[in-house]
């Protein structure tokens, strides 16, 4: 980088700016006058520009604390958090731009900290986790805190030896009120092998004191803490050599959790200190603390907690049936019920879920166990039952949603003319993948609503009832499966991402049903390549020609359809 | 229920195809004649090695006449190395040996076929006589006294010319429905014709010369989720009928009209066709397109289907006013198919 044509840039833009050095290294030093004081950024030059250009606060201490400013007390510098670098794309073309841009941003930061002191300090608050992380050392006294956020005592475990990774490796704390939660039996489980790491508490706090900016001050700033604490006599009168003590509180980005890890150096067992005279012989580690809560956890992660109380039928847990349940699971989706009379076959291998351990594991039983172990708030049910024998009004409207993905398309009208005459009233998604990648498709069948799993069957030449779906983008009666091994041996050739692709339009109809945003009848479908259908010989249908709706949800009700017409 | 219901009603009214128990019917009297004439031609020392039906039957674009006449194609096929330099002799074979003993008293020698008429069934049969040399056909061209300039063995490709109306690989995507559906324009053509021409023009309004121009112009139509839109498609289909070259301005409105075979002899089909057939064929022809794009731009039901059964007589039907109360419930009509194969797996 020319550092001479961007210190030149900012010099005619009116910046004291100059070359310089720190501890030998060469930096470019800037200086800037407030109303009442100077302050003095730098910037260590660098070979390429791949970020915004980062500058240090020279001398922090003179400011006080400072919202997203980290200092390194052993050079008297702090870096600025002027935002997520991977938030911006940065001009590295024309530096000088990027240069003056980023000052800009450091400058006006801390203005912004220095002449609006509450805002500095609600800013401290709302960025505590991420400055207790800071403080924090390595990753071996982190600790997974199964708890809700009142006082509680807590049992503490250590990680399962020589594990580096994974629940397992790390602590874990489970309080007497956590059995209650729904995740206990979930969490239980991770306490197998595990032996006692001591005795904690969960303390919540009413008022946050800005997380200490070293670690040094982590005695001073726990002494403040405890001393604006009531804590229960339960606390106060235990002794111990070691504790836990895992703080929750409020703050402007949400409640958040921490902990320190106490240890007392010198004779026998003594209770928590309180003051800062009895500090004498502990020593304080700040842990990060990650907490196990539904709540928390859920939406953090990505599901949604809504979908906690919905429960699922899902008939057919091959490649695409094996998907949907995933996805429906880290959805949030809190019970499910798997069906399927298939075993898993290393002929499955590659576009199936399913790991090799459950090879010859029946696929409902396997991804039963699969989803178990992932998702810690389902429950899951299997049976390996064929879709035609699932029809009974009274099993099936216990679910709010009813998934079908199991490419039969006679068992599927069969199951829907059950559904249509015994009036079974939960609605349920149709979905199906093709050969080669052209497509895949799902349909919503709401029985309230106009449009049911025949307008998907409609023969549109004919405008009567038809045996192959007209969303279908192959033309029917070609020899789409392949045949390697003779009789039974047939399968349709598709990869993974084609069933992953059509699972993810038919969870996506799903969860847009189960949280209300969908309330009548759909279908959606996606359109792939047609090289490989057109360079085996194979016709694509009319609808694949004209089909512009990819991806999109639209209203399943056809008029041809006899038994939706005039309803 | 929408103009296309009438479009499939007036198709049903008016399509002949092998399964009608009249063709079925027609096809015992045929195979007997066919089976006479074998055993006739093998008398004669040129045994027939081969015999199909051509034309309308044969493309699934024959229709039944107004009248309720209708027509098969048989063509009777001899070996080159049997057959007589004369091409005439064999179908005087044809007519006086087999047709004429067998009581039709109408068989009659044409330039391209022998011809006979089952008045008491409706039934018309032209049997075109081919001589075969490897995989080539010549038809024998020529009248009963046609001299030997008049009579020949000409190069033909009956097979070919199925092969060329029957092909659906140029449609991209539903290719069975769109040739489904170009058979229907042709039928819808047919029965224009027979609707708006004189017995006398109309007849010279050959079938096959309507059959080329509308598989050179067909305009399949379908909406997105593939119902057949054919009001669409036969108006885009006359739309290039007349733009595409076929009429020649002969000055004072006056038009002379050119489609050529699209296999051997590559001759036009038109040859020798008047003035004023080209030029009624091609006023009716832009009068029929009129029509239908005010039939398209008709949002009424019942006023478009008016106009269509001006274009296409009455077997287009006209629905009645629609009923104020709403049809509720709609009979079921069921697959007439056992199983189809489908694409569709999980």
């Known amino acids: 980088m020319n550092y001479q044509e961007i210190v030149n840039y900012l010099k005619e833009k009116g910046y004291a700016i100059s070359f310089n050095s720190f501890k030998g290294i060469e930096c470019i030093e800037v200086k800037v006058d407030f109303k009442y004081c100077s302050i003095e950024f730098i910037h260590f030059c660098s070979e390429e520009l791949i970020c915004l250009p980062q500058f240090l606060l020279k001398n922090p201490k003179k400011y006080g604390t400072l919202s997203h400013v980290l200092s390194y007390d052993e050079f008297d510098l702090a870096s600025i958090c002027i935002g997520d670098q991977d938030a ?32 500095n300090t ?195 847990c091959g490649s695409v049936g094996g998907e949907i349940v995933h996805k429906l699971g880290a959805a949030g989706i809190g019970s499910m019920e798997l069906c399927d ?123 009567v009832r038809g045996l192959s779906s007209n ?74 020609t004209v089909f512009d709706k990819s991806l999109q949800v639209i209203p399943l009700y056809n008029e041809s359809c006899d038994l939706c017409y005039g309803r | 229920m929408g103009v296309q219901t009438q479009f499939n009603k007036f198709h049903d009214a008016i399509k ?39 034309g309308s039957f044969a493309t699934d674009t024959a229709i039944l006449k107004k009248n309720g006449d209708f027509d098969i194609d048989r063509a009777i096929v001899i070996s080159y190395d049997d057959a007589p330099a004369n091409p005439i002799p064999p179908k005087k074979i044809i007519c006086d040996n087999v047709l004429e003993k067998r009581g039709f008293k109408n068989s009659k020698i044409k330039k391209p076929c022998v011809t006979a008429d089952y ?40 097979k070919g010319l199925k092969d060329w109306i029957k092909d659906k690989t140029s449609y991209w995507g539903s290719s069975v429905n769109k040739l489904n559906q170009f058979n229907r324009i042709v039928r819808y053509l047919k029965r224009w014709r027979d609707e708006k021409f004189s017995e006398e023009v109309g007849k010279k309004i050959y079938s096959i010369g309507i059959t080329v121009m509308a598989k050179h112009c067909f305009s399949p139509s379908f909406d997105d989720d593939g119902r057949a839109e054919d009001l669409i498609a036969i108006k885009d289909t006359v739309s290039l009928m007349l733009s595409n070259g076929y009429f020649n301005d002969q000055g004072n409105d006056q038009y002379k009209v050119s489609v050529y075979l699209p296999v051997t002899p590559w001759r036009d089909i038109f040859d020798g066709s008047s003035t004023n057939t080209s030029t009624q064929f091609r006023n009716k022809l832009s009068n029929m397109k009129t029509k239908l794009d005010k039939a398209i731009a008709e949002d009424d039901e019942v006023k478009k289907c008016t106009i269509l059964n001006e274009i296409f007589g009455d077997d287009f039907q006209i629905p009645e006013e629609k009923n104020t109360t709403t049809e509720n419930n709609r009979r079921a009509i069921f697959s007439s198919s056992g199983a189809v194969g489908t694409s569709q797996g999980a």
């Open chain 2, 16 to 54: 002949l195809s092998k399964q009608d128990d009249v063709y079925k019917k027609a096809r015992e009297k045929d195979d007997s004649i066919t089976q006479d004439i074998k055993n006739a031609f093998k008398d004669a020392n040129h045994p027939v090695i081969e015999d199909f039906i051509q």
């Open chain 1, 341 to 463: 009379p298939d075993i898993y076959s290393l002929d499955n291998i590659y576009r199936h879920v399913l790991q090799d351990i459950f090879l010859g594991c029946n696929k409902a039983l396997a991804l039963s166990v699969q989803l178990d172990s992932k998702y810690p708030w389902i429950k899951t049910k299997y049976r390996k039952s064929k879709l035609l024998e699932l029809r009974k009004k009274d099993f099936l409207e216990q679910f709010d949603l009813i998934v079908i993905a199991i490419g039969s398309p006679t068992h599927e009208r069969i199951f829907h003319d059950y559904i249509i005459k015994n009036k079974v009233n939960t609605p349920v998604i149709n979905t199906w993948l093709e050969g080669y990648g052209i497509g895949g498709h799902a349909t919503l069948d709401i029985p309230s609503s106009k449009g049911c799993l025949r307008c998907a069957y409609v023969d549109m030449e004919k405008g």
């Open chain 1, 122 to 316: 609600k800013e401290l608050l709302r960025e505590f986790y991420s400055n207790w992380l800071s403080i924090c050392g390595d990753t071996k006294q982190d600790l997974i805190c199964a708890s809700n956020a009142d006082f509680g005592k807590m049992k503490v475990f250590k990680p399962v030896s020589s594990r580096a990774y994974g629940f397992e490796s790390q602590h874990i704390g489970i309080t007497a009120n956590a059995s209650k939660l729904a995740e206990f039996s979930y969490i239980e489980r991770q306490k197998k092998n595990r032996i006692n790491a001591g005795l904690g508490f969960v303390i919540p706090l009413d008022n946050l004191i800005p997380a200490p900016t070293t670690s040094n001050n982590i005695k001073n700033w726990y002494i403040d803490t405890i001393s604006n604490v009531v804590l229960p006599s339960n606390i106060l009168h235990a002794k111990e050599k070691v504790f836990w003590l895992i703080f929750n509180a409020d703050t402007p980005s949400g409640k958040t959790w921490f902990g320190l890890h106490c240890i007392y150096k010198g004779k026998g067992k003594k209770t928590i200190p309180i003051k800062a005279s009895l500090l004498d012989n502990w020593k304080i580690i700040p842990i990060r603390v990650k907490i196990f809560n539904k709540d928390r956890l859920m939406p953090r992660s990505g599901a949604n907690i809504s979908l906690d109380k919905k429960s699922v039928l899902v008939v057919g």
């Open chain 1, 471 to 544: 969303l279908n983008f192959l033309e029917d009666n070609q020899s789409i499966v392949v045949n390697h091994a003779g009789c039974g041996q047939l399968y349709l050739p598709y990869s993974a991402i084609s069933s992953a692709q059509t699972a993810l339009i038919a969870t996506n109809l799903a969860i847009s049903f189960l949280m209300k945003s969908i309330k009548e009848s759909s279908k959606i479908s996606w359109k792939g390549d047609y090289s490989e259908i057109t360079t085996l010989g194979f016709q694509v249908s009319h609808r694949y």
């Open chain 1, 88 to 119: 911006v794309s940065v001009n590295f073309e024309k530096p000088n731009f990027a240069f003056k841009e980023s000052l800009d941003r450091h400058i006006s930061l801390i203005k912004k900290c220095l002449l609006d002191k509450d805002w």
């Open chain 2, 119 to 158: 008045t008491s069934e409706s039934l018309h049969i032209d049997f075109p006589l081919y001589r075969k040399i490897d995989d080539s056909y010549e038809l024998s061209i020529g009248k009963r006294n046609s001299d030997e300039a008049n009579r020949r063995w000409e190069s033909a490709d009956p």
